[in-house]
């Protein structure tokens, strides 16, 4: 879980398949710092953010479909539109 997240920010940090080497480097430099900064954080002490009510609550229904499709109360369907309507962010 890590590395994929670990990917996905850095993907968005870089922006572009082949970026030029100082702009790669400031990003890996910036990258450091950021992880530096955690490792301290860590070692001082500060663990990590609680989740949010909401995030449990997601997480609650989309562990709740998945059961309920696994046990075949539901059918694959059924359990993709679940998702879909769990994950879809409301409008405002």
Partial sequence: MFNIAFHSRFNRRVQVNHPNIWPFIKILQGEENRFHHMY???SAGLGIRPKQAKTIAIQRRIDNLGQRYY???ISA???LDGLSFTV???KK
């Fill in 77 to 79: 369907m059924e359990y």
């Fill in 40 to 42: 301290v954080q860590f």
């Fill in 71 to 73: 046990d075949g109360a």
């Fill in 88 to 90: 879809a962010k409301q």
